[in-house]
């Protein structure tokens, strides 16, 4: 974690969530080509096929290198084990990528700021002005606050990086074909079924860990609040058609004093999503920092807590 935090993503150096996007997409070009007009079962079926071999592959290839890296010496095994630990975990880049549309909008450069955003984002970004753009920001920090932080530190924390990385791999099949849309309705609905389970325990434990973080984050910055972020995740939690995704958000839109979510366009389709926390105040450029702190905040607690018990654990047996 400590590495993630120092150095995160750098270019350049090989990473394997890119090596898990190209194997999916050569294995959704194998199983379902152009599309066609294939029956909705069979495509649902190779769907499946896929998730199963992704994910079964990702953490093959992650314990076979562990093996031979632990044959060849400890240190080296444990060297590579915390690389590849490190790989699972997002903080850093999510900071990175996201303070990047912060600084755009402090030299007023709204277009900069849009294709930045849209590095982040699925939504159409083109059209949108300061507030909206602040207020996607915020959103993807909040929302993968749990997908990129909590959850897999969760998983790396029951079963290491072979764990962590079956996880990711499951997120990334979910984020390129778990879509509901003419291509991926049937094939990417396992995919997208499978992320949803996976992440059901980590998305609740991440809201209630960023509740927590609100009170403390709260102590340095008076706009974040406390019991507001645990009023509006009890109202709110349940209102997005996925049933993680407003976990995290309803806590930040809460301890913020902003309202996320609402509809958004993509792909020039207009989608219609529910509105999250209450419009106290006007949202404001600083909001991308709060959420940030939010979420290295929610995962320095998680990372004591997921510590505690398995020390606890281990003193029992």
């Avoid at 909705?40 to 079964?56: C, Q």
């Avoid at 303070?99 to 007023?108: H, N, T």
């Avoid at 699925?122 to 602040?134: A, E, F, P, S």
């Avoid at 645990?230 to 209102?239: A, C, E, G």
Wanted: with cysteine; net charge positive; charged share 20%.
């Amino acid at each position: 974690m400590i590495l993630d935090l120092i150095v995160g993503d750098p270019h350049g150096i090989p990473h394997p969530v890119v090596y898990m996007g190209h194997f999916i997409a050569f294995m959704e070009k194998k199983l379902l080509g152009d599309g066609g007009k294939k029956n909705f079962k069979s495509v649902i079926l190779r769907g499946g096929i896929m998730v199963l071999t992704v994910t079964a592959i990702s953490g093959l290839l992650v314990f076979i290198i562990l093996f031979v890296s632990y044959r060849i010496h400890r240190i080296l095994g444990i060297c590579v084990e915390s690389i590849l630990t490190c790989y699972a975990l997002a903080a850093k880049c999510l900071y990175k990528e996201s303070m990047k549309v912060y600084r755009d909008l402090e030299k007023e450069d709204i277009k900069r700021a849009r294709n930045n955003l849209s590095m982040i984002v699925g939504r159409d970004t083109h059209t949108l002005d300061q507030k909206h753009i602040v207020m996607a920001t915020v959103e993807t920090v909040a929302e993968n606050t749990s997908d990129g932080v909590i959850a897999p530190l969760f998983y790396l924390f029951i079963g290491g990086p072979i764990l962590g990385l079956m996880y990711k791999a499951v997120n990334t099949m979910d984020s390129m074909v778990g879509y509901r849309n003419e291509r991926y309705e049937y094939f990417g609905k396992v995919a997208a079924k499978t992320d949803d389970a996976v992440n059901f325990i980590p998305a609740r434990l991440s809201a209630i860990f960023m509740i927590g973080a609100s009170f403390v984050a709260g102590l340095f910055d008076g706009k974040i609040r406390g019991k507001e972020s645990f009023l509006i995740w009890r109202r709110d939690r349940l209102k997005h058609k996925s049933p993680n995704s407003a976990q995290t958000e309803s806590v930040c839109a809460g301890a913020l004093g902003i309202m996320l979510g609402g509809d958004s366009t993509y792909k020039g389709v207009l989608v219609s999503k529910p509105t999250l926390g209450d419009d106290i105040r006007e949202v404001w450029r600083r909001d991308i920092f709060r959420a940030n702190l939010l979420m290295f905040v929610t995962e320095i607690l998680a990372f004591v807590v997921f510590v505690i018990i398995l020390l606890a654990i281990a003193a029992i047996i």
